[in-house]
């Protein structure tokens, strides 16, 4: 029987992330557990474990940690771009200094428009997410409000986001919510069928059917089977590839688990004993919950 590997792929099938040091790291786990007596079924269990563990630290490391957290993060991002207030009093063209600008409103100390192509309150919700997908590509906003002049007492001011209306902006941030928690159900997928009675949070837990069903997690367990066994399993979900953040995310999973896969053999070759459905190492009682 040759040395175990896993293999983690993305969206293209195609791997950004490097996972050659965990590889390596499982070799020498693989390595320590057969000089200590593990039989053949032992090292494809402890290969199915660790993958396991490694999807679930990827998908602890994509975030958010709780839906509250999701929900003030979406909500972040999309006032990067959108404003749903304040509504127009309808006071007119001021000048033709200003054409292709909307009066919003004005007050004492303050005249406030909008340039016309942001003012986009016959959006629908889809038209809503088709602009958001385009800010995001796009250079940053900066500052909500820009100054852009004075007349008397009056600071002339330009809101510099896309106004649309309440419901639009609200059916947009429904639909997203929706699909909160995709990405890092689709790694967790992986750990739920490795190590069934791994401990998910519910939110991320109700996602995986959804994630099974759209394609977006895979796992191939076949080539256990074979001389040199392996495991692949990954995310189909956007961003995976694209997204840098998301791919360090990723690569911050990989990394936490080359640590504890570092300490686990450390423990091994000091005559530890390795739990093959749990990935523990202990002597008489488990020194470590390895997460």
């Known amino acids: 029987m040759g040395d175990a590997e896993w293999k983690i792929k993305t969206v293209s099938e195609v791997s950004t992330v490097d996972t050659s040091v965990l590889e390596r790291k499982f070799s020498e786990l693989?390595?320590?557990?057969?000089?200590?007596?593990?039989?053949?079924?032992?090292?494809?269990?402890?290969?199915?474990?660790?993958?396991?563990?490694?999807?679930?630290?990827?998908?602890?490391?994509?975030?958010?940690?709780?839906?509250?957290?999701?929900?003030?993060?979406?909500?972040?991002?999309?006032?990067?771009?959108?404003?749903?207030?304040?509504?127009?009093?309808?006071?007119?063209?001021?000048?033709?200094?200003?054409?292709?600008?909307?009066?919003?409103?004005?007050?004492?100390?303050?005249?406030?428009?909008?340039?016309?192509?942001?003012?986009?309150?016959?959006?629908?919700?889809?038209?809503?997410?088709q602009m958001l997908r385009g800010g995001q590509k796009a250079v940053p906003r900066g500052n909500a409000w820009v100054r852009i002049g004075k007349r008397g007492k009056q600071v002339i001011m330009?809101?510099?986001?896309?106004?649309?209306?309440?419901?639009?902006?609200?059916?947009?941030?429904?639909?997203?919510?929706?699909?909160?928690?995709?990405?890092?159900?689709?790694?967790?997928?992986?750990?739920?069928?490795?190590?069934?009675?791994?401990?998910?949070?519910?939110?991320?837990?109700?996602?995986?059917?959804?994630?099974?069903?759209?394609?977006?997690?895979?796992?191939?367990?076949?080539?256990?089977?074979?001389e040199t066994p392996s495991i692949e399993f990954g995310s189909r979900a956007p961003g995976v590839e694209s997204n840098k953040w998301m791919v360090q995310k990723i690569q911050d999973g990989i990394e936490s688990s080359i640590a504890t896969l570092t300490k686990k053999v450390e423990r091994i070759v000091e005559g530890q004993t390795y739990n093959f459905n749990t990935g523990q190492t202990f002597r008489k009682i488990p020194v470590e919950d390895m997460e």
Not at 77 to 106: C, H, K, V
Not at 107 to 113: D, E, K, P
Request: proline share 4%.
């Open 158 to 226: 330009r809101l510099n986001r896309t106004r649309v209306s309440a419901r639009a902006f609200n059916g947009a941030r429904r639909d997203i919510a929706n699909r909160f928690g995709q990405s890092k159900a689709s790694f967790a997928a992986t750990a739920a069928r490795l190590l069934p009675n791994k401990p998910i949070p519910a939110w991320v837990r109700d996602k995986i059917p959804t994630v099974e069903g759209n394609g977006k997690t895979f796992l191939d367990e076949y080539g256990l089977a074979s």
């Open 30 to 129: 693989h390595g320590a557990l057969l000089g200590n007596g593990a039989s053949e079924g032992n090292l494809q269990d402890a290969l199915r474990v660790e993958a396991g563990q490694c999807a679930w630290k990827i998908a602890k490391a994509l975030g958010p940690g709780t839906k509250a957290n999701a929900i003030k993060q979406l909500d972040k991002e999309m006032l990067g771009y959108f404003r749903t207030t304040p509504s127009t009093t309808n006071i007119g063209q001021e000048s033709e200094s200003y054409a292709d600008f909307t009066w919003l409103y004005a007050s004492t100390y303050a005249l406030v428009g909008i340039n016309d192509e942001d003012n986009q309150t016959g959006a629908d919700a889809g038209a809503v997410l």
